[in-house]
Nanobody
Framework: QVQLVESGGGLVQAGGSLRLSCAAS????????MGWFRQAPGKEREFVAH????????YYTDSVKGRFTISRDNAKNTVYLQMNNMKPEDTAVYYC?????????????????WGRGTKVTVSS
């Protein structure tokens, strides 16, 4: 069993930055890709970014490219999402998830463990 706990959310002004963390316990994350998703009020959950098991390959949804960076520290069993130049449309609950593959992908159906989320609010 894997437990994922997100942290680092909060209130930030437009143009500001936040760094989300996702700490895992129970089993190592090092042999799986990891992803970040978000769900805005009244909207469906959407893919944000994923990172391969070794951190070499990353992929982002178009709306966050150039602003967000996903990274991981397998020694600490932790994945991060650095969010810069934030916009009000980034407001959402952010979830990390463990993929069932090494490389990762944007489909939520291939992720089998999810955290409870951390709330991010960007004010204009």
């Amino acid at each position: 069993q894997v437990q994922l706990v997100e942290s680092g959310g909060g209130l930030v002004q437009a143009g500001g930055s936040l760094r989300l963390s996702c700490a895992a316990s129970g089993r190592t994350l090092s042999t799986y890709a990891m992803g970040w998703f978000r769900q805005a009020p009244g909207k469906e959950r959407e893919f944000v970014a994923h990172i391969s098991w070794n951190g070499i390959s990353t992929y982002y949804t178009d709306s966050v490219k150039g602003r967000f960076t996903i990274s991981r520290d397998n020694a600490k069993n932790t994945v991060y999402l650095q969010m810069n130049n934030m916009k009000p449309e980034d407001t959402a609950v952010y979830y990390c998830a463990r993929d069932t593959t090494l490389s990762g992908g944007p489909s939520a159906t291939e992720y089998n463990y999810w955290g409870r989320g951390t709330k991010v609010t960007v004010s204009s």
